[in-house]
């Protein structure tokens, strides 16, 4: 993978509500798409430091939508990240699955008429999930990371990382933020998408 693809840019501090995090600006230079990695504490190259690899969601991450399980994850992750006192958070800005935001709002337009989340991106001519992930190990090179403990539901994100040369240790299941508007849409991601949350969540 050449180097020249992904750049870093810069880094700052980030407080926030959670703790102080330093933020980590990186850019896709193939698309000029802009990508950040917020990190807590300190590790060495061969420890094992806890990550969540986040695909951005406007409605959920910072409109509070009740529709999915996104804005309530990046919580999660954060707060779980501080309490184990160092860990990061890649947010990839690829909104909807990789369909975009206003893709994503004619999806949820097909999904009010009965659509589950899947049907409604292939009705709109789309696979059901076009998320990558390579600049994923550009990231954590630079931030000095080899092997991860990572926050996901989702096994593909697992395989996708192992392709890349990154070393999972372990999967950490973030089963949180079930409501009553989106309980079908995590049925439809379990069933669909191979996501693995508890099955007790849907009886």
Same mark, same amino acid.
């Given at each position: ?48 430091? #806890?990550?969540?690899?986040?695909? &951005?969601? /406007?409605?959920? $991450? @910072? ?6 399980? =996104?804005? !309530? ?42 659509? #589950?989340?899947?049907?409604?991106? &292939?009705? /709109?001519?789309? $696979? @059901? ?6 600049? =994923?190990? !550009? ?65």
């Amino acid at each position: 993978m050449p180097v020249s693809m992904f750049e870093f840019v810069s880094q700052a501090k980030l407080p926030t509500r959670f703790g102080d995090f330093t933020i980590h600006g990186f850019v896709d230079t193939r698309n000029q798409q802009e990508h950040v990695a917020l990190s807590y504490g300190e590790w060495s190259i061969d420890d094992t430091v #806890d990550i969540r690899v986040h695909s &951005e969601c /406007l409605t959920g $991450d @910072a409109l509070f939508s009740t529709r999915c399980d =996104c804005g !309530f994850q990046l919580e999660k992750a954060l707060a779980n990240i501080v309490e184990q006192g160092a860990g990061v958070l890649l947010y990839l800005r690829q909104e909807g699955r990789g369909i975009g935001l206003l893709n994503k709002i004619k999806a949820y337009a097909l999904q009010d008429t009965g659509l #589950d989340t899947v049907e409604a991106n &292939e009705h /709109l001519g789309f $696979d @059901a999930d076009l998320r990558e992930y390579d600049i =994923c190990k !550009f990231m954590l090179a630079h931030l000095g990371i080899k092997k991860v403990s990572l926050m996901t539901n989702n096994p593909k994100k697992v395989n996708a990382l192992t392709n890349l040369g990154i070393e999972v240790v372990r999967r950490q299941p973030i089963d949180h933020g079930m409501t009553k508007d989106n309980k079908k849409y995590l049925q439809t991601k379990t069933e669909k998408l191979g996501h693995e949350f508890d099955p007790h969540l849907f009886k």
